[in-house]
C-alpha cells in the first residue's frame, strides 16, 4: 500500500524555538494532506488541510501563524510549530489522500511526539 | 462529515470474535465507510474500506446493513496483538472533512 514517511519521530525543544515536522508521501502524489494533533487517551484532533500549491485550510481554534503549514509539492508538506511552549507538546500526525483512488483512504505517518521543555 | 458513534471501549478474550459496531446516522450517499487501527504512539493504519453489504480482507470484515446507517467491523479470533484503538470514518473522495470519533478502545486479554 501507499507509505507516508513523518519526521522527525521525535523531538524535545526548549519553550520558545520552532520546530518543523516533515511529511511525505513515498510512492503516490497527495494532492491533499491532513494535520493532525493526539494527547494521550485522546482521539486524533484535526488541526488543518493543506491542498498543494495553495494555503491551508485551519480548523476553528488552531492558530494559523502558531502551526505554519506548507505543501509546496505533491509529494511534502510540513508543518511549523513555531515559539513552541510546553502546552504545545503533544503527539503530531500527518495523512495523506492518495488521488489516484475513487473512494476515500487515507495514508497516515508514523507521528511525532513533540516534548517542550 | 457524518458524524460517528462508536462504544468507548470493548474487552475480549484472545480467539474470540470481535464486533465493533459505529453509528453514523447522518451518512451521504457518496460516503464510504472506513476502518482504521491505531497502536499507541503510531499513526492510524488502514484496517477495512466499505460502501454497503459485506466486504471482507485477510484481517477483517465489514458489515454494513442496507440503510448504512451504521457498520459492523468484526475481527475474527482476536490476539493481544489486536489491542489497539479502532476509528471509522466515514467520507468520500472529494471531501476534505476528515474529522475522528472518539475510537474504540479494544483490549484483549489472555
Known amino acids: 500500500g501507499a507509505v507516508v514517511s513523518q519526521h522527525p519521530s521525535r523531538v524535545i525543544c526548549k519553550s520558545g524555538t520552532s520546530v518543523k515536522i516533515e511529511c511525505r508521501s513515498l510512492d503516490f502524489q497527495a494532492t491533499t494532506m491532513f494535520w493532525y494533533r493526539q494527547f494521550p487517551k485522546q482521539s486524533l484532533m484535526l488541526m488543518a488541510t493543506s491542498n498543494e500549491g495553495?494555503?491551508?485550510?485551519?480548523?476553528?481554534?488552531?492558530?494559523?501563524?502558531?502551526?505554519?503549514?506548507?505543501?509546496?509539492?505533491?509529494?511534502?508538506?510540513?508543518?511549523?510549530?513555531?515559539?513552541?511552549?510546553?502546552?504545545?507538546?503533544?503527539?503530531?500526525?500527518?495523512?495523506?489522500?492518495d488521488g489516484g483512488w475513487a473512494n476515500e483512504k487515507l495514508f497516515f505517518g508514523s507521528g511525532t511526539q513533540l516534548s517542550v521543555l | 462529515l457524518a458524524k460517528t458513534t462508536q462504544p468507548i471501549s470493548m474487552d475480549s478474550y484472545e480467539g474470540q470474535e470481535v464486533n465493533i459496531t459505529c453509528s453514523h446516522n447522518n451518512i451521504a450517499t457518496n460516503d464510504y465507510i472506513t476502518w482504521y487501527q491505531q497502536f499507541p504512539s503510531q499513526g492510524p493504519r488502514f484496517i477495512i474500506q466499505g460502501y454497503k453489504t459485506k466486504v471482507t480482507n485477510e484481517v477483517a470484515s465489514l458489515f454494513i446493513p442496507a440503510d448504512r446507517k451504521s457498520s459492523t467491523l468484526s475481527l475474527p479470533r482476536v490476539s493481544l496483538s489486536d489491542t489497539a484503538v479502532y476509528y471509522c470514518l466515514v467520507g468520500f473522495y472529494n471531501n476534505n472533512d476528515m474529522r475522528f470519533g472518539a475510537g474504540t478502545r479494544l483490549t484483549v486479554k489472555p
Open chain 1, 54 to 97: 495553495s494555503k491551508a485550510t485551519y480548523e476553528q481554534g488552531v492558530e494559523k501563524d502558531k502551526f505554519l503549514i506548507n505543501h509546496a509539492s505533491l509529494t511534502l508538506s510540513t508543518l511549523t510549530v513555531t515559539s513552541a511552549h510546553p502546552e504545545d507538546s503533544s503527539f503530531y500526525i500527518c495523512s495523506a489522500r
